[in-house]
């Protein structure tokens, strides 16, 4: 058990004494630090003479009590009233914590606030678009600055690697949207449209927008992640010194990237989903693996894949932006990695999504319904 | 008086067990360490003892190991081979409790401060004094922040900022602060002159010693600086061929005919450190300009 500080009252020379006993540690001086604390009642001098060992806490409680009563220190050892005179200089009164206003104000301040910082950022996300294109732009008239290595290394990354993945996943979405279209369609007889329904909505719509899912998560993550950790090493800024444009030498490649490889992998996502339809048609409703596609020839119209093509580059777009914009916005501690990263990701998703449904209504308007 | 109640209410907050005693006059002693990375041998038969009450400076050229070895020593990386004794206790084979009563009782100030950048630097300071000292009034756990603060050398409006506001310099003294926190009678300082300029060097080191005196402090200091050596250090070790190969005061170094020590210590930067008149222990280093 450990010895704790502890206090007695004594009378001395016609002067209420406080004579403190037992090691002086910030280990021994929690009951000791309370008692006083609330100690009601007046005392002239602290007796320190049957202490036994001091450190700065100790040394601190029994000034910060001196202080209080307007007590005298007497019999400090050498070592006490050395520590007593440094905790002495250190005295403060300064907070902890930032100054913070009341909740009233710090509502509508907060709002305020992001309201704001929502005009600036989509001004900003626009100018960063716009900077992408022109220096986009600028590689036609230099082709010679343009950093096939790197291009082809994000190829890799944001294309290749989520081969696995994005078909697995495009696979299950097939058989889900074939089983349960499937059930209901059989209700009145219809099962056979189960084709015209997996066909088309995959090539349409869920082949691209799922995709645009999978790789915002993955390539839109990991795009703010690694430029953002770039921005707070100063990695960025070395390159700039260097003369080389971050621009051109980060971000294109991966802009680039996302909007070469969606098209391709939200037309195999397509495929493998079709697949998927197929395989458990073929297992559940008796319609035979090579009928179905077949059938899928006949039933959804070349537009639909056309649908398809066009969203998917447009989607790339957005993910590479969204991705590299927070990334590149990163300022200050490993913290903001993380929040910029989950923002890049939102605001992909999230803009996909308004933008496939605005793409939604327009292809029908102009009869590609 | 209600001291009981408080008494009762402290003890069963507290950890208990914490405070092993320990008089001896080595609070360090290491023998036959041998650490590896793979392949790579980092040290081999490696003996060290520090004195109680000293500054120790380890100096060794890059990658010899130094920052390796107080890592074996505050348990982060465990050795291959030989003891390493902390307060008298072999710190591989303990207990997590009894790792807990030798943590409560040292500090570490890693090369770049390492405070935690989601807390302000006082709440940083508050950090092992909550994880420790449970017991411990609130209050009086923010009146420790707010002395260790400006003890370690910061304005006292430091203690609400965030690390991130902080200049490589303030970062140091406020990973300073947080080492400081248990009133440790071990201080482990890794490089903490290296990227400072000279000034703030020099009165990182006065604070230094400065504390080390007043607080009774051990320190091992890992360093590259030989401002630094010549001006706090009682001792010197030197390691290098994976091991401590001289251990003592800078004089006693000189006369040592190793060429590494050599090399280090009468080479052009040792040369100009020593031909300085007031180089020693002198506390007034603030003038000194280094390198």
């Given at each position: 058990m450990r010895e704790w500080a502890a206090y007695s009252l004594e009378e001395k020379a016609g002067r209420a004494t406080l004579v403190v006993t037992g090691p002086l540690l910030i280990s021994t001086i929690g009951a000791l630090d309370r008692e006083l604390r609330a100690f009601e009642g007046h005392v002239d001098v602290i007796d320190l003479?049957?202490?036994?060992a001091v450190d700065t806490v100790g040394a601190w409680t029994v000034l910060h009590f001196s202080r209080e009563q307007d007590a005298e220190i007497v019999g400090a050892d050498r070592q006490a009233s050395r520590l007593l005179k440094a905790v002495e200089a250190a005295r403060s009164s300064a907070a902890l914590l930032p100054p913070r206003s009341r909740l009233t104000l710090r509502v509508p301040e907060t709002v305020g606030k992001y309201v704001v910082e929502f005009g600036y950022g989509s001004r900003d996300m626009l100018g960063f678009a716009g900077h992408i294109m022109v220096s986009g732009l600028a590689l036609f008239i230099?082709?010679?600055?343009?950093r096939s290595k790197a291009v082809v290394r994000q190829f890799e990354l944001v294309g290749v690697s989520a081969l696995f993945i994005i078909g697995l996943m495009s696979f299950l979405i097939g058989i889900v949207i074939a089983q349960q279209g499937a059930a209901q369609l059989q209700q009145f007889g219809a099962e056979i449209y189960t084709i015209n329904l997996t066909g088309r909505l995959s090539v349409r719509e869920l082949g691209v927008l799922m995709t645009a899912i999978m790789v915002a998560g993955r390539s839109g993550s990991s795009f703010a992640a690694q430029l953002g950790t770039m921005k707070l090493t100063e990695e960025v800024d070395a390159m700039r010194t260097i003369g080389v444009s971050p621009m051109e030498a980060l971000v294109l490649p991966r802009v680039i990237a996302a909007v070469v490889m969606m098209p391709l992998l939200g037309f195999y996502s397509a495929g493998l989903s079709i697949i998927g339809g197929a395989f458990i048609a073929s297992l559940t409703?008796?319609?035979p693996f090579h009928t179905f596609l077949a059938r899928i020839q006949e039933v959804v119209p070349l537009y639909d894949v056309w649908v398809g093509l066009i969203k998917a580059p447009v989607f790339g777009m957005i993910i590479g932006l969204t991705g590299c914009y927070q990334g590149m916005q990163v300022e200050g501690n490993s913290e903001e990695v993380g929040l910029r990263t989950t923002l890049a990701v939102v605001q992909a998703i999230f803009l996909v999504i308004v933008l496939d449904a605005f793409f939604a209504v327009f292809f029908t308007e102009v009869g590609w319904g | 008086m209600s001291e009981a109640p408080i008494q009762e209410k402290v003890e069963a907050q507290a950890i208990d067990n914490l405070e092993p005693d320990f008089d001896g006059e080595f609070p360090i002693v290491i023998e036959g360490l041998r650490n590896s990375f793979g392949e790579q041998v980092v040290h081999e038969g490696l003996d060290l003892k520090v004195k109680r009450g000293e500054v120790l400076g380890v100096v060794g050229g890059s990658g010899s190991g130094k920052s390796v070895l107080m890592r074996s020593i505050i348990g982060l990386q465990v050795p291959d081979q030989g003891t390493i004794e902390v307060f008298g206790r072999n710190?591989?084979?303990?207990?997590a409790r009894e790792d807990m009563a030798i943590r409560s009782r040292w500090g570490v100030l890693f090369q770049g401060g390492a405070l935690f950048s989601t807390l302000t630097v006082g709440e940083n300071v508050e950090v092992p004094l909550k994880q420790?000292?449970?017991?411990?009034d609130p209050e009086l756990m923010h009146e420790i922040a707010r002395y260790k603060v400006v003890l370690s050398?910061?304005?006292?409006?430091?203690?609400?900022?965030?690390?991130?506001?902080?200049?490589g310099g303030m970062k140091k003294r406020a990973g300073l602060a947080r080492a400081l926190a248990l009133d440790p009678e071990l201080l482990f300082l890794d490089e903490p002159t290296a990227g400072l300029d000279p000034i703030g060097a020099a009165r990182f080191d006065e604070l230094t010693r400065n504390l080390a005196d007043t607080l009774g402090l051990t320190v091992f200091l890992i360093t590259h600086d030989l401002d630094t050596l010549y001006a706090i250090c009682d001792r010197v070790a030197v390691i290098a061929d994976k091991k401590v190969i001289a251990v003592g005061t800078i004089p006693e170094l000189l006369k040592s005919d190793h060429p590494w020590i050599q090399e280090y210590f009468n080479g052009p930067r040792g040369r100009a450190v020593q031909a300085r008149p007031e180089h020693g222990k002198s506390m007034d280093s603030q003038g000194q300009t280094g390198e």
């Open positions: 003479s049957r202490v036994g230099h082709p010679s600055r343009f409703l008796n319609i | 710190i591989a084979d303990e207990s420790f000292y449970p017991e411990l050398g910061l304005p006292a409006d430091a203690a609400s900022k965030y690390p991130a506001e902080l200049s």
